[in-house]
């Protein structure tokens, strides 16, 4: 890791930077495959398979089976579907916290409003499949989908893994599709003659996909959040493990290469515990290659003070923030710009990625300054419903012809003088 000691407050910035990508260049060379989509389909999907991922589409069927989905239980251990319906009661029970409650409010007198959730009819769900089968982010998507009501989720990953299948039935998914990359959000957004068209697409994946969410959205395409690379800050003093920490870092270097890791300290003593002992979990990561790339690129900044940190970090908005000091829950009320925010030596970012219940899409690239992470809302449209009697109207009519005269929008005022000369004339 880079050390970093004492910046100064105008070196934060260029310090904090995410790494620049050609998104320009990902962009030119994205839109021929939205295009290719759009304009033919299935057959398109089916050439770009064999060009990009090697798979005969012919030969598998673009749609995964309910058979095939059926047999995905029996391929699983009994621990690892323990695991994942554990995670999906968890996960349930926190999103399922989120529904509100329908509240008529008076205004004044006999004028009524009020506001409802529903769900967006169409929802598309992107898995990705490439280095790791990310099953758990089918519950993260698939379970607020189905709290929502969504009446059409589709699901499209190119990791044809038991695992994600399993998990995609015990969310109601039945439509799941053997497509991946820029043509999967294609497929989503512009319909093919297998794939249903979506009013709205969610979900993780490389910065092709990202791209590709990014050219649709200009289109029209409700999407979930802009996204980059996965990230971590963990800020820690004299209280936290070193061995939690580093732990917690390579848990996101892990990811990939383009992970981003940061450190912030008071100590100087943690962090030579946490340089020691970084080189000896490292060595023995299966992805150690990966996540080694990763921790090249990052940073451990010492600050002087908690103020500092604390400055620091809601710059840096990082989409996971994990706060190994004492009085964690103190200090998390002075974040206000972070994704999702762990407490404490004891809950690991890996807690949240899976099963504690949060859900683990969250905004990336510093856009927790502005946007949430997926929660039920993302699912749901809200509609407001207003009613007004006639007594109501008398009382609120003089407002609305005001206004509207004042604005020289004269038929929005006879709208309402029209009904008040009716009510004069009973």
Same mark, same amino acid.
């Given at each position: 890791m880079q050390l970093i000691p004492f910046p100064d407050r105008s070196e934060w910035p260029a310090l904090l930077a995410r790494p620049v990508q050609s998104s320009a260049q990902i962009e030119t060379a994205v839109a021929?495959?939205?295009?290719?989509?759009?304009?033919?389909?299935d057959a398109a999907l089916i050439e770009l398979a064999k060009r990009f991922d090697r798979v005969d589409l012919t030969a598998t069927g673009i749609q995964v089976t309910a058979e095939e989905l059926a047999a995905a239980e029996a391929q699983l251990s009994d621990e690892l579907k323990a695991a994942i319906r554990q995670?999906?009661?968890?996960?349930?029970?926190?999103?399922? %916290?989120?529904?509100?409650?329908?509240?008529?409010?008076? @205004?004044? #007198?006999? *004028?009524?409003?009020?506001?409802?959730?529903?769900?967006?009819?169409?929802?598309?769900?992107?898995?990705?499949?490439?280095t790791a089968p990310l099953f758990s982010t089918v519950l993260m998507l698939g379970v607020p989908a189905q709290l929502a009501g969504c009446r059409e989720v589709v699901l499209c990953t190119p990791g044809n893994h038991p695992a994600i299948y399993f998990a995609a039935q015990l969310v109601g998914i039945t439509k799941v599709f053997r497509v991946g990359g820029a043509? %999967?959000?294609?497929?989503?957004?512009?319909?093919?003659? @297998?794939? #249903?068209? *979506?009013?709205?697409?969610?979900?993780?994946?490389?910065?092709?996909?990202?791209?590709?969410?990014?050219?649709v959205a200009k289109e029209g395409m409700a999407i979930d959040m802009p996204a980059g690379p996965s990230e971590v800050a963990v800020y820690a003093d004299d209280t936290a493990?070193?061995?939690?920490?580093?732990?917690?870092?390579?848990?996101?270097?892990?990811?990939?290469?383009?992970?981003?890791?940061?450190?912030?300290?008071?100590?100087?003593?943690?962090?030579?515990?946490?340089?020691?002992?970084?080189?000896?979990?490292?060595?023995?990561l299966p992805r150690r290659d990966l996540a080694a790339q990763a921790i090249q690129n990052s940073?451990?900044?010492?600050?002087?003070?908690?103020?500092?940190?604390?400055?620091?970090?809601?710059?840096?908005?990082?989409?996971?923030l994990i706060l190994s000091v004492a009085d964690a829950e103190a200090i998390a009320e002075k974040i206000i710009n972070a994704g999702s925010i762990f407490l404490g030596n004891y809950t690991p970012e890996s807690a949240g990625d899976y099963a504690s219940g949060t859900n683990h899409t969250l905004p990336t690239n510093g856009f927790a300054r502005a946007y949430s992470g997926v929660s039920l809302d993302s699912f749901?449209?809200?509609?407001?419903?207003?009613?007004?009697?006639?007594?109501g109207l008398r009382r609120l009519g003089p407002v609305v012809e005001a206004m509207a005269e004042a604005e020289s929008l004269d038929a929005h005022k006879r709208a309402v003088s029209i009904r008040l000369k009716a009510l004069d004339e009973l």
């Open positions: 021929p495959i939205l295009a290719q989509v759009k304009a033919g389909g995670a999906y009661a968890n996960i349930r029970t926190f999103h399922a %916290a989120q529904k509100q409650s329908v509240e008529k409010i008076e @205004t004044m #007198p006999g *004028v009524t409003c009020w506001r409802r959730s529903v769900g967006i009819e169409k929802v598309g769900l992107y898995i990705p499949g490439g043509q %999967a959000i294609a497929a989503m957004a512009y319909g093919t003659k @297998t794939i #249903p068209q *979506v009013y709205k697409i969610f979900g993780p994946g490389n910065q092709y996909v990202t791209a590709a969410k990014m050219l493990i070193p061995a939690f920490v580093v732990a917690d870092l390579l848990s996101q270097a892990e990811h990939g290469a383009d992970s981003q890791v940061l450190l912030v300290t008071t100590s100087k003593k943690l962090l030579s515990s946490v340089n020691l002992a970084l080189s000896t979990q490292l060595d023995r940073k451990a900044i010492l600050v002087e003070t908690q103020d500092e940190a604390i400055d620091l970090l809601n710059q840096y908005a990082a989409e996971h749901v449209k809200k509609i407001t419903v207003q009613s007004i009697t006639p007594e």
